[in-house]
């Protein structure tokens, strides 16, 4: 047998060059932005194992709709099968620790996992030192449903026991955090469900800030569609939320204390756990990153997406995760090859549902400058603000294919 001469120099390298030659990539969390990123390295043929808790993932995008009843739970679960079946190792665990140095991940039965680069996607978790009164027992009388899931039903459940003549009340939270406009979807979509449903009953918002997403159209459609129903309360007018009672379901603001049937509270977040595990999370909460490689700034080698990143005007959705995602995969690529990073531009929409076949949306377009993601001037938009209802119906139209088109790239 003849063996060339390149398979013989092989034989006599170092580990980590034969490493270098096969380069092991691990994703963490199997939400928008990892699924979505563990698919993209596998088809530029890195070898991808993808982490993630939960055996079937839950989207949080259109979730509103199932609070206001518009839509089963079963349109927002997601499974793997897929991602097995192109020959993406996935494992179903929850990863608790990152030796960035040692380049390895430990799983919570105790397993490790070698990389060469890591990507970490593990969206918000919940800070529960944030809001007082608002702990982990909190969230059964008062569920947030910003994870959605259990809580998203938990919410459903209480809106539809609720007796009409009732006050709900929705807490929102100040900026940062998931979803800038989702808040004013539910707003929107729990106004539509008491409309029709629950007449005598009254919705009272109570914002942590005085200017929000889409504010203009969300304002007109509420004008129009839910006079008397919906009440928004600015920070200016002492909207800010200062402490909450779960068990008298009541919350203080700055101007007194309101009860209410229903409390949802969308709560201050942070990054999720194992970012912080990882070491890549700063005094903000979130994780500072390279914005054109998405590599942390703060552990080399670990790159993060998704709402744990600071990501300057880029807002935290699902869209963005997986524009990110094939950007910080192509990026892996270039780096364990030792090419060159590509400095990218990145698009986001989001469309909210202010009723059924009321759609509205925003959009932007996304580059690294000075070191953070920045608007391009000129690019994006609203919707307009006087549009006839078809233009309204045909963005509903596209959310849903938005939706299909974004969950098929991400789960197959
Ligand atoms: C009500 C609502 C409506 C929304 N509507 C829209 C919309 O219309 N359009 C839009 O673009 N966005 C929308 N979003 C935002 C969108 O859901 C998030 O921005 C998106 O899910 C972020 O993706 P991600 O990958 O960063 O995190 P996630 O999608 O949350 O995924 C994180 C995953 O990581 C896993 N994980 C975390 N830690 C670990 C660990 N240690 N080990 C293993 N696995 C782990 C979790 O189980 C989870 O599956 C909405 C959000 C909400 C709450």
Known sequence: MRISRRALAALFLPAPVLAQASPRVVVVGGGFGGASAARALHRAGIATTLVEANAIYTACPFSNAVLAGLRPMEAQRFGYDA???????TIHQRAVGVDAAARRVTLADGSLLPFDRLLLSPGIEI????????????????????QAGAQTMLLRSQLEAMP???????????NPYRCPPGPYERASLIAHYLKTTKPRSKLLVLDAKDVFSKQRLFEAAWAALYPGLLEYVPLAMGGRVTEVDARARRVTTDFGTQDGAVVNVIPPQRAGAIAQLAGAVDR??????????????LVPGVHVIGDAIIAGAMPKSAFAANAQARVAAAAMVALLAGRPVQAPKLLNTCYSLV???YGISVA?????TNGLLTDVPGAGGTSPLNAPEPVRQAEALYAEDWYKTITADAFG
């Open 284 to 297: 903000s909460g979130w994780c500072p990153v390279d914005p054109a490689s998405f590599e942390s700034r």
């Open 364 to 368: 932007g377009v996304y580059q690294p």
């Open 355 to 357: 009723a059924p076949g």
């Open 127 to 146: 800070r529960f030192d944030a809001l007082p009164g608002y702990d982990e027992a909190a969230v059964e009388a008062m569920p947030h449903a910003w």
């Open 83 to 89: 991602l097995r079946a192109e020959g993406i190792s």
């Open 164 to 174: 009409d003549g009732g006050t709900v009340v929705m807490v929102v939270p100040p």
